[in-house]
C-alpha cells in the first residue's frame, strides 16, 4: 500500500512537474516576445522623434519661404515711397529754383 502511494505521489509529481515546464517555455517565449516588442517600441520612439525634428525644421523652412514674398512687398512699397516722395520733393525744388 505504501508503494502504491509512493508511485502514485511520483507519478503526480511527473505531471506536475511537466506543466511547469510547459508553463516556463510558455513563459520564456512570452518574456521573449515582450523584449522584442519593447525593443520595436524603443525603435519607434526614436523614429518619431527624428520626424518631429525633421517637422520643426521644415516649418522654419516654410516659414522663411512665406516670409519672402511680404519682404519683397515691403522693399518695393518702400522704393515707390522713396520715389514718389523724391519727384514730389524734386517738383518743388524745381519749381522753388525756376522762379
Not at 32 to 39: F, G, P, R, S, T
Request: charged share 30%; aromatic share 4%.
Amino acid at each position: 500500500m505504501e508503494n502504491e502511494r509512493l508511485v502514485i505521489m511520483v507519478t503526480e509529481h511527473g505531471q506536475r512537474i511537466e506543466q511547469c515546464e510547459g508553463r516556463i517555455k510558455s513563459l520564456e517565449s512570452n518574456s521573449k516576445d515582450i523584449q522584442n516588442l519593447a525593443m520595436s517600441i524603443q525603435e519607434l520612439a526614436i523614429s518619431v522623434k527624428a520626424m518631429a525634428e525633421e517637422q520643426k525644421d521644415q516649418g522654419e523652412r516654410i516659414e522663411a519661404l512665406e516670409k519672402e514674398p511680404a519682404d519683397n512687398w515691403k522693399a518695393l512699397k518702400n522704393t515707390i515711397i522713396s520715389l514718389i516722395v523724391g519727384a514730389i520733393f524734386s517738383g518743388i525744388l524745381t519749381y522753388l529754383f525756376t522762379k
